[in-house]
């Protein structure tokens, strides 16, 4: 978050981030996916608000024997056919396409990292700045690291940084999310590692913290006195892709809720940081994924809920049972959808339960955060024959990035009747956003040696501490998948979990308002 600020109530939210420090940005996986579609497109939208350095570098470093030519024309190529916004004619392509070269080597040889030094060596001018940005397989993470450590790469000298990105997945559990950290951090410190979460990238996640703390009206009624419980939702459309080989062995509860599901619970839960430097946002946001409460396996089961899609129809589309993908065991367990009770064994949030559920191949996309406050006495209108609903706030995290508050009114008229209204913000009605992948923020931030939208070692292991006892629920055979219909809000026994505390998800199918 690095020197943004926030012009309120103009139609135009203006950026005045000052350029980055000078650096070389290696990329590891530089003919890989993750860099052509969302790195250099990030990029590019970096260079176009101007916020890159003249003398800054990208430098691809791949195992494909090609020239630097060569890989120039395969990005250029690859750009174009990407959606979004990329102009491989315009200027700003260009200025970026002269700053990028290319390494050829394989990650396990040490002769790869001693190009990567006479490289850095030869940038004439440049302040031997450097990212090395790992979008690799995950088996590469950490002997890429001890390869940079070993040819020496990592040492700060004379006020140069040296930051390593790494992507996730980060471990597969507890066991291996520790392993991963250990030998990172044999070869660099803490503050040089940058553990990428893209949920953190995104505006409205960011938002939390401007909208609980920047407001006085929030706060004071953000505690168990005052919410009854908390639902967090990603909802996806897309199904399992062309991604079955990585999904079919991971899944949906390794995938998306020890790192995204969990920091969106860490914003909507954590205290007020002491200010912004990042340890003060980290820690606060760790203590939460700390304090959620561990379950023995016997009672992960009932707190939570796996299921897998079977075919449906989803935005008009067929879709084929999961177990039909490409690359996915036609007897597999994998669970495509999972739905969780967690509690935050805090003082603020003693027995609030958050209910956490993400799936693939559902009904609508929806991310989004839904505090369902306390209802008020009903006292003043037992003579309605509805009784009054709960007042509801959404934050919309995506699409159509917003927060919406349900409240009821009175219907115009000599009898006293009420109906829900809602009032709506729509980051659209206020701001203009410049284009955007989510990782610009990121990015910018790493150069900038920012890491408060980054995972810190503690944070990741708390996450994979807190879901461990449902993957050995998993592995002991212990629980069902449950199968529900592609377009479908999920298997029906994630309703049930609700039903059982007298809840009920916010549908994924209505319209925007609560
Ligand atoms: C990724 C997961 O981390 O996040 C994907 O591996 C998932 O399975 C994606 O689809 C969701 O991200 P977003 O930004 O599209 O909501």
Request: contains cysteine; glycine residues 8%; proline residues 5%.
């Amino acid at each position: 978050m690095a020197g943004e600020t926030v012009v309120l109530g103009q139609k135009v939210l203006a950026p005045d981030a000052a350029p980055a420090p000078a650096s070389t940005f290696f990329i590891f996986g530089a003919s890989g996916d993750l860099t052509q579609r969302l790195l250099l497109p990030s990029l590019y939208n970096l260079a176009n608000e101007g916020v890159l350095s003249d003398d800054f570098a990208i430098i691809g470093v791949d195992r494909v024997e090609q020239s630097e030519e060569a890989y120039r024309a395969y990005l250029t190529e690859a750009t174009k056919g990407l959606p979004g916004s990329c102009d491989v004619g315009g200027t700003t392509w260009s200025w970026l396409i002269s700053r990028i070269g290319y390494i050829a080597g394989d990650f396990e040889d040490p002769a790869t990292y001693g190009r990567i030094r006479e490289r850095l060596e030869q940038r004439a001018g440049q302040t031997g700045n450097a990212v090395f940005y790992l979008a690799v397989a995950p088996r590469f993470f950490a002997a890429i690291s001890e390869q940079l450590g070993a040819a020496d790469l990592l040492k700060e000298a004379e006020g140069a940084f040296r930051h390593i990105v790494v992507e996730k997945p980060f471990g597969t559990d507890l066991p291996s999310a520790r392993a991963l950290n250990k030998r990172l951090l044999t070869v660099a410190d803490e503050r040089q590692i940058y553990r990428i979460d893209h949920f953190l990238g995104k505006e409205t996640v960011q938002n939390m913290m401007a909208l609980r703390f920047g407001n006085g009206i929030f706060e004071p009624i953000w505690s168990k006195e005052y919410i009854d419980h908390i639902q967090i939702t990603a909802a996806e459309t897309v199904t399992v892709e062309k991604r079955g080989r990585f999904y079919d062995a991971t899944g949906a509860l390794r995938d998306m809720v020890p790192n995204h599901m969990f920091q969106l619970l860490a914003m909507t839960a954590m205290e007020p940081p002491n200010s912004f430097d990042a340890d003060a946002v980290r820690t606060e946001k760790t203590k939460v994924i700390e304090a959620i409460r561990h379950m023995k396996p016997s009672d992960a089961i009932g707190a939570a809920v796996r299921g897998q899609y079977r075919a449906g129809i989803v935005n008009g589309q067929a879709v084929k049972d999961y177990r039909a993908e490409q690359d996915v065991a036609p007897d597999s367990r994998t669970e495509t959808y999972v739905a969780l009770k967690c509690f935050v064994d805090s003082w603020r949030w003693n027995g609030v339960p958050f209910y956490v559920r993400t799936g693939k191949a559902l009904s609508a996309r929806r991310t989004e955060i839904v505090i369902q406050f306390k209802r008020a006495p009903g006292v003043l209108f037992r003579h309605l024959p509805t009784a009054l609903k709960p007042n509801v706030m959404v934050i919309h995290v995506q699409p159509d990035e917003g927060v919406s508050l349900r409240f009821a009114a009175k219907v115009p008229g000599r009898k006293v009747r009420l109906s829900e209204v809602q009032m709506d913000f729509k980051y659209t009605d206020y701001f203009k956003a410049a284009p955007s992948t989510g990782y610009e923020t990121l990015i910018y931030d790493c150069l900038c040696g920012d890491p408060t939208l980054f995972q810190r070692a503690d944070t990741i292991e708390a996450g994979w501490e807190a879901v461990e006892p449902i993957i050995d629920a998993v592995a002991g055979g212990e629980d069902e998948v449950q199968f529900y219909s592609a377009g479908s809000s999920g298997p029906a026994m994630s309703d049930v979990m609700l039903a059982q505390d007298g809840f009920q998800w916010l549908s994924l199918e209505r319209n925007r308002a609560p």
